[in-house]
């Protein structure tokens, strides 16, 4: 077989290597997240999913806004702080469980028994942060507290009134947590020009005094946490 008649330059063309066609514009930002399925027997209770979903959204926003502006402090100050406000609600809960847990022993005691029937309802709930599942957590418990205040209201062991309070009182704890939420977000925009946002960052925000806001925040979990041990 005859050789094959390829020639080669003597003197290559390029200098070197060519220059690389790798570009990064940043590092990957990723987090897991997961969800929890709660079941729900009450329909008053189930209706609460709504602003749960907008609690854990808020919470969320405040959290990553404060991680872009680069100040994790203030995140953990954040986090001291609406813990304080679910565990007060937590409390409550549990205050007013121990009292239908009594109660219930004492229907019990006069021979009644309870049934549940029908199937309850499914709330998946995506777990973005701590506070969420606290939250998911204290949903059960509120329906908890509903599922006995019905079973004393169809044994006439408390009336209408005595029912309405308590389970306004339950549902209330859902809507407080939310509206301590709510209310933050506007005093930090309002009182500091600070709004949390996927928008902001620390090249945005340059004017903003995050001293004064850490020590508000400060503030409002010494506040929320004397209205847990008070």
Known sequence: MDKLAIKLNTAPKTTGLRPSNVNTKAGPRTRIV??????INHGQVFSK???VERIARNTVVIISSFYRCKHPDAK???????SSVIDAQKESVANQKAELVKALKQAEQKGFKFDLQGNPATI?????????HQVADLLVNIDENIDMLTKLSVIDLINDDVYQQH???ALYCIDYIDKSLTVLLQRLNKEFSFKPNKSVSKNNTSDVDFTKIKAFLKELHSDASTAVTG
């Open 34 to 39: 997961y969800s929890k399925p709660i079941k």
């Open 49 to 51: 999913y709504k602003i």
């Open 76 to 82: 953990d100050l954040f986090d001291d702080y609406i």
């Open 124 to 132: 998946d709930i995506v777990i973005s942060n701590p506070h969420v």
């Open 167 to 169: 389970e306004k009182f």
